[in-house]
């Protein structure tokens, strides 16, 4: 577990009740500090999904392998704006969807370092030069097993947060996300309790998008970089 003196001198406010009930969550300042020394979070929205969270910029196999095996195996990277037009990154959908699914890009893989590129060291890698801001479009082949999820201006959300909390660690602006499953109920989405078991049993950090948005982090814009 992280102290929560290594995390960024940022004041944490109450969260926003969110649907179901967690009687234990963790100051986003705490969660940034885990984030920061390469250990993933979970990260509640206001739509009641949970996410697996963790800093782009350290993804390894055992840390993506641990997402597929806890999450749905729909590994995605959130990126700013610019990320995704600097990467040439369009939308997986031609029409202007403004809900989650509108967030999506073309799915992508490395092009050079991997094989099939669904194994979790070839998605590692993956997600590894999405958040290099050197990396260029030439880096990537289309489509690929790696959902780029645009974070957007304007609007608060799980991808939104999870990309403040990992640069508010620190990291480039880019973050592994992956929803959790149930273990209670196969086919489901783990609820705010089993998250919050869940949590506990690996030692992880939680905290919700409305913990983030209250810390006054400034999230992600069209400008930002």
């Known amino acids: ?67 597929i095996r806890h999450g749905s195996g729909f590994v995605s990277v959130a990126l700013t704006a610019p990320a995704c037009e600097r990467l040439w990154l369009p939308p997986m959908t031609p029409f202007g969807r403004s809900g989650p699914a509108g967030a999506q890009r073309v799915a992508v893989d490395a092009a050079r370092g991997i094989s099939t590129g669904i194994s979790a060291a070839d998605r590692a890698h993956t997600a590894r030069l999405l958040a290099d801001p050197d990396s260029g479009p030439d880096d990537f082949t289309r489509p690929g097993h790696v959902i780029p999820l645009l974070a957007r201006g304007g609007r608060w959300g799980s991808t939104e947060a999870a990309v403040a909390l990992v640069a508010s660690a620190g990291r480039p602006p880019a973050a592994v996300a992956c929803a959790v499953v149930s273990a209670r109920h196969p086919g489901e989405m783990a609820d705010a309790d089993e998250l919050e078991a869940f949590a506990s049993a690996h030692d992880l950090e939680l905290t919700t998008s409305a913990q983030v948005a209250g810390c006054g982090w400034v999230g992600p814009t069209s400008r930002s970089a």
């Open 1 to 67: 577990m992280i102290s929560a003196s290594a995390a960024p001198a940022i004041t944490a406010y109450p969260a926003r009740e969110s649907r179901g009930q967690i009687r234990s969550v963790a100051a986003p300042t705490r969660a940034a500090a885990a984030l920061a020394a390469g250990e993933p979070v979970v990260l509640l929205g206001d739509d009641g999904l949970g996410w697996l969270v963790s800093a782009a910029d350290r993804a390894a196999t055992d840390s993506v392998g641990f997402l």
